[in-house]
């Protein structure tokens, strides 16, 4: 860990428009990817409303000094140690504290804050934001490893210290609204949508086939690459399905996917008395994030607004598990339970990380996961984490697994970029 340092010099935070009420102190987990600029958007459209403790990125140091200064943040973190000289020096007279290494991005999930805007991706993400839960922090949640690792044990964290978690995934977010604060004993079924990702029309085989560039290109999102991927295999639908089963407390039995190309309607909930109520926007991550934000009040976006009108129709499909299997093994380890979901996701996060680079197939994904899904269930290695620390140990065999079957099989499917 390198200790923190604080710059000497004139605070550079920009000038905003004065706010009548109390502004809500944030951090940010993830500052410099997707939803942290997206966060560092819907601040900057509503001046006066928000004042940013500390920003946190992984090794980027020029993007996360950038986004530092223009935030006015207090701290600015790294999560590689790597990166703490050149981000002392980019930062150097602007007055905010630097520091880098995993203890110093947990020390910045624990700094004073209203809400922790956890977006760090992958498991990467799991101990920072568990401390801040535990701390009593309120969590923005955009980290779906983090229930999907360690989902009991959060929850178990969050009823013991008070926190509340905010789910700032679009899908879940949509859900959160389309609940109302209706008792979850009526809901007969809970429904996340899928855009059926740039492989929804494909056949088999062509999937099998597909290389790195095409499943990064999502016809509707801009995310980063694991999440792109996982878009494309499905995989993230299932990981999504397990973080609402521990975030709305709804068996599995409850809880289903529709492939719903437009990406308008991101989550629907049917009613014991035949009402269904869905979450509606235009795919853009400001609006789940402004919700989150603010809640429970609303602060306006320069977000696309709806015109159902000009849309004329919206679509809906079942979702295919034969063309997707990764989606079929996701649900088959939520209904499992244990540490089942951990196993799927610290095997799926190396899969991925060969696929794009190269080594492996796009097939090869849903087939290793799986195979280490059996495996681990085999061998005993899947039982329930009690506890974050369990959740990673199982995180730990369920990669080494993985590596393992990944470096002695050959590659299949076409790889070229």
């Not at 295919?320 to 095997?347: E, K, Q, S, W, Y």
């Not at 990673?392 to 070229?416: C, K, M, Q, Y």
Request: proline fraction near 6%; charge should be negative.
């Amino acid at each position: 860990m390198q200790t923190t340092q604080k710059n000497s010099a004139a605070d550079s935070a920009p000038t905003l428009t004065p706010f009548t009420g109390a502004p809500r102190r944030l951090t940010i987990l993830g500052a410099t990817g997707s939803i942290g600029r997206s966060t560092a958007d819907v601040i900057a459209a509503a001046p006066g409303r928000f004042v940013v403790e500390a920003v946190v990125g992984g090794r980027d140091a020029q993007a996360l000094a950038k986004m530092a200064i223009e935030l006015g943040a207090a701290c600015a973190v790294l999560a590689d140690p790597k990166g703490y000289q050149a981000l002392v020096a980019l930062l150097a007279g602007t007055g905010i504290e630097v520091g880098a290494g995993p203890e110093a991005v947990v020390e910045a999930a624990l700094r004073p804050a209203d809400i922790i805007v956890a977006a760090i991706s992958g498991a990467a993400g799991v101990a920072p934001t568990h401390a801040a839960l535990a701390a009593g922090r309120t969590i923005a949640l955009a980290n779906k490893e983090c229930l999907v690792c360690a989902g009991a044990a959060f929850m178990a964290t969050a009823k013991r210290s008070g926190a509340q978690l905010l789910p700032m995934d679009s899908e879940h977010n949509a859900i959160h609204q389309a609940l109302g604060g209706a008792d979850p004993a009526t809901i007969e079924k809970m429904i996340l949508t899928a855009s059926g990702g740039p492989f929804r029309t494909w056949t088999r085989e062509a999937i099998d086939a597909a290389t790195p560039a095409q499943a990064l290109a999502h016809p509707n999102w801009s995310m980063g690459p694991k999440i792109s991927v996982d878009s494309a295999s499905l995989m993230n639908k299932g990981l999504e399905l397990i973080e609402a089963h521990f975030l709305f407390g709804v068996e599995a039995a409850r809880l289903d996917v529709l492939v719903h190309p437009q990406s308008i309607v991101h989550g629907l909930v049917a009613f014991s008395d035949g009402a269904v109520t869905a979450g509606m926007a235009h795919p853009d991550m400001k609006t789940p994030i402004a919700h989150c934000l603010a809640w429970p009040e609303r602060i306006p976006t320069k977000v696309r607004r709806l015109d159902l009108a000009e849309l004329g129709s919206l679509t809906f499909e079942r979702a295919d598990t034969d063309r997707f299997p990764a989606l079929r093994i996701a649900m088959d380890a939520m209904r499992h339970g244990a540490g089942m979901p951990t196993v799927l996701n610290g095997a799926n996060e190396i899969a991925v990380a060969r696929f794009l680079s190269g080594s492996i197939g796009f097939r090869d994904i849903a087939r290793s996961v799986e195979a280490v899904c059996e495996a681990m269930e085999r061998a005993g290695e899947a039982g329930e984490p009690l506890s974050v620390d369990d959740a990673l140990a199982v995180d730990h065999i369920a990669r080494e697994r993985a590596r393992i079957h990944l470096d002695g099989r050959p590659h299949s499917g076409a790889l070229s970029g």
